[in-house]
């Protein structure tokens, strides 16, 4: 299989999950920029063949490593897809950059394991088309869909009602607009459930992440927006449910570990052993749910507008949303901008759906330039 991310959170995880498995190996990793990391975990797996998007970072491994196959710069993952042969391929690129690499995966007619979320949101329509084409199992890697997707195998469509995500809350959960107002990065770095990135983490505070994978469950599953419920479930037990038309509740639950999902798409159609403790319900004692406050955390709201608004609007929900949290993270935005710059650049931005990946990079781009703007109005 080729990891593309590997060096992130679930790249890191990916490669321990495949280390336990004699059935699986590795022969193409990305990175964005973390070359140390990378072939690290080149020289560990026997790796022959690497891509790095910041070619600057990459300038020396040629000459240090001259035995490795290195691609580098823009869709330098996507390349990696394109020339070595694979049988499945994990995305766990974070945001837009993934999008050509999940392209390049479905056209080749590979198995995806997708932790990409944005590939959805950002050109859903596109993986669509090469879908109809070219029928091409997507397995889904984020834990809320993976659930989904186990719950949903073997029902009818019509035998279901909706689907039903959970949400952790994030570290403000139960807090007040006004209680926000003066959030730091470090703060909203604090995830009380889940070890992820910065970019994810600061999505899940704002519960931007939920309504990104609002938009990635109706992709996915075909499911329309108003039959795509969120509930707030703070132990993160629960990591989805479906609604059925005779009234039965179908639950996925376990301990909040990303290695089971990620072994499940690995692994899949069939299962595999991995080392988390088994859930005692009775030690756990009581779930709780409620619902989410939209008042206090918009983004949930926006991204479901955007989704019914079409591909043109969710392409850009997500280019702004990038923009804003980066500077959030360098203090150039408060808390509560990030919602306010994507808010306002939806309002602006042209949101024709894209028919082509390279009508989905400008349309992407002109976001981001509308949100910079959008950030200077809104910045400390």
């Known amino acids: 299989m080729i990891i593309l991310g590997s060096t992130g959170s679930i790249g890191v995880q990916a490669l321990e999950v495949m280390a336990r498995s004699p059935e699986l190996s590795v022969v193409g990793l990305s990175c964005a920029s973390q070359v140390g990391p990378l072939l690290e975990q080149a020289m560990a ?11 600057a970072a990459a300038e020396s491994i040629s000459a240090l490593y001259p035995e490795l196959g290195v691609r580098t710069g823009a869709g330098a993952a996507a390349r990696l897809v394109r020339e070595v042969e694979a049988d499945l391929v994990l995305n766990a690129i974070v945001g837009f950059a993934g999008l050509e690499a999940t392209l390049a995966t479905l056209e080749r007619g590979l198995p995806l394991a997708l932790a990409n979320k944005e590939s959805l949101v ?11 084409q070219n029928p091409v199992p997507i397995l889904p890697v984020d834990s809320e869909h993976s659930a989904l997707f186990q719950l949903l195998e073997g029902e009818e469509r019509r035998a279901v009602r909706s689907l039903v995500l959970t949400a952790s809350g994030g570290p403000f959960r139960g807090r007040s607009l006004d209680q926000l107002e003066d959030i730091s ?5 604090a995830h009380p459930t889940w070890n992820m990135g910065a970019k994810i983490t600061i999505d899940s505070a704002t519960l931007m992440n939920k309504g990104l994978e609002v938009i990635e469950a109706h992709h996915l599953f075909g499911v329309d927006y108003d ?19 005779d009234g039965a509740l179908l639950a996925h639950l376990g301990h909040p ?18 080392a988390v403790p088994q859930l005692d319900l009775a030690e756990v004692g009581r779930l ?19 989704g019914k ?3 043109g609007a969710t392409c850009v929900l997500n280019a702004a949303n990038e923009v804003a949290v980066h500077a959030f993270l360098e203090r150039r935005l408060p808390f509560l901008g990030i919602v306010r710059v994507v808010e306002e650049v939806l309002h602006q931005a042209d949101k024709s759906p894209p028919q082509t990946y390279e009508q989905a990079v400008d349309l992407d781009l002109s ?14």
């Open 288 to 306: 709780d749910f409620s619902r989410p406050d939209e008042e206090a955390f918009p983004a949930l709201r926006l991204a479901r507008e955007a």
């Open 367 to 380: 976001a981001r330039r509308l949100a910079e703007n959008a950030v200077s109005r809104n910045g400390w």
């Open 309 to 311: 608004a079409g591909e």
């Open 185 to 189: 990065p470090e703060e909203a770095l």
């Open 122 to 132: 950002s050109g859903g329509g596109l993986v669509a088309e090469i879908r109809r």
């Open 257 to 274: 570990d990303m290695r089971v999902p990620i072994s499940h798409a690995l692994h899949y159609p069939r299962r595999a052993e991995v």
């Open 45 to 55: 797996y026997g790796v022959d063949d690497v891509a790095v998007a910041d070619s």
């Open 227 to 245: 039959d795509i419920e969120v509930l707030i479930h703070p132990g993160s037990l629960v990591h989805s449910l479906v609604r059925l038309v």
